[in-house]
């Protein structure tokens, strides 16, 4: 069976979970550096969907590095099948958080033109937050497509 690099058990697996987890908790840190995100939906729906994507991937990612040393990696139509949703599903969520926080973030650059409604450098760590979002955004949508793509050589 050949094998497709990013699929659950190889390292390009754990090297796209390791991603996921490094720019959804830097997502999160620089959300949550000022006190105030709570004040706006969007914020606080980011803060939620990088919350429930850190321990999806640190998950998938421990089965990734467990497949890796005991070189068994699992090959059932089933795990593959929820696992793929499970990506999909936080990626699609993660996608409209991250560009609600950054349409949010711009408005609230733009309406205050005297007297801006967040200070530019709380804003800057709202777009931070936002890129890296869509950060992770990306590397959970290649985790599923790359699961994605294996699962008919299952069936």
């Keep these: 069976m050949e094998e497709v690099p990013g699929t659950l058990g190889t ?32 914020f606080c729906y980011l803060v939620t969907v990088v919350s429930l994507i850190i321990p999806w991937s640190l998950i998938l990612g421990t089965a990734d590095l467990y497949s890796m040393f005991v070189e068994r990696p699992s090959r ?36 205050g033109t005297e007297q801006p409604f967040c200070p530019p450098r709380v804003c800057s760590r709202y777009q931070l937050s936002a890129a890296m979002a869509f950060l992770s955004w990306f590397f959970l949508l290649a985790s599923s497509l790359f699961n994605l793509w294996f699962l008919p050589t299952l069936l």
């Design 11 to 42: 390292s390009a697996s754990f090297a796209l979970r390791m991603g996921q987890i490094i720019f959804a908790s830097s997502s999160l840190l620089f959300m949550c550096m000022h006190i105030q995100f709570y004040s706006y939906t969007s």
């Design 76 to 111: 059932q139509p089933g795990i593959f099948v929820v696992i793929i949703i499970g990506d999909m599903f936080l990626s699609f969520l993660s996608l409209a958080a991250a560009a609600s926080t950054a349409s949010v973030t711009d408005v609230l650059l733009m309406l």
